[in-house]
């Protein structure tokens, strides 16, 4: 498809358990961004690549998240030892440079048990 | 600290008049202003953008105006249709922060037929 895929749409796993999110961006898009969208909480960024360059990190809440983006283009984003404040919709977004507009995935869903 | 407000939680207007949803935010390094508009279950979908240089851009229905004096901004949607109905989104983002988008918290709009 032409836009943004993300995989799986849902995840349920029980606390502590490793999660893995998967990102596909348009392709040609340099720019990856991750977010997440806790219950009742607005949008908060996690974690941004742009082509080769090191990633900016500053998002991320603790050392169970890491992230990766192989050939400059899939992303996985992966929790270790899930939390149930983990739960959240994790999205994904790409544009073509990093001072356009952001194409959003439709989200993964993880819930923690 | 919210960067991005969004003081309505909702909106409710009549099929065919005019939406005008606000935005206001504190960081006066923002340069560049996205409004992105949401459906459940669906990820957010870019609608329009204005840059600090300009203080309106107009796309068919949507027009943007931002009065930087002010720090705020608004989206006018004219005329109002039901398929508008939806959660609206403002974010903002500068240079200096790798661009990832600073979110407010969200208007639910709700356009009666």
């Known amino acids: 498809g032409a836009g943004v895929s993300q995989s799986p749409s849902n995840k349920v796993t029980e606390k502590g358990k490793d999660v893995e999110l998967r990102c596909d961006p348009i392709?040609?898009?340099?720019?990856l961004y991750w977010y997440r969208q806790s219950l009742g909480q607005g949008l908060e960024f996690l974690i941004y690549?742009?082509?080769?360059?090191?990633?900016?990190k500053s998002g991320l809440p603790s050392d169970r998240f890491s992230a990766e983006r192989t050939g400059g283009s899939v992303s996985t984003l992966t929790i270790q030892r899930t939390q149930q404040e983990d739960s959240a919709v994790y999205l994904c977004?790409?544009?073509?440079?990093?001072?356009?507009?952001?194409?959003f995935g439709d989200g993964t869903r993880l819930s923690i048990l | 600290d919210q960067q991005v407000k969004q003081n309505s939680p909702s909106l409710s207007v009549q099929e065919g008049r005019i939406s005008i949803l606000n935005c206001d935010y504190t960081?006066?390094?923002?340069?560049?202003f996205l409004w992105y508009k949401k459906y459940p279950a669906e990820g957010p979908t870019f609608l329009i953008s204005?840059?600090?240089i300009k203080d309106k851009n107009e796309d068919g229905r949507f027009t943007v105006f931002l009065n930087k004096s002010a720090k705020h901004l608004s989206l006018h949607i004219v005329p109002s249709q039901p398929g508008d109905s939806a959660v609206y989104f403002c974010?903002?983002?500068?240079?200096?922060?790798?661009?990832?988008?600073?979110w407010g918290l969200g208007t639910s709009l709700a356009v009666n037929p």
């Open positions: 960081n006066s390094m923002f340069d560049y």
């Open positions: 690549f742009q082509g080769n360059s090191a990633p900016d």
């Open positions: 392709s040609g898009h340099t720019a």
């Open positions: 977004a790409s544009s073509f440079l990093s001072n356009q507009p952001q194409h």
């Open positions: 974010a903002a983002t500068h240079a200096g922060n790798n661009r990832k988008l600073i």
């Open positions: 204005i840059s600090s």
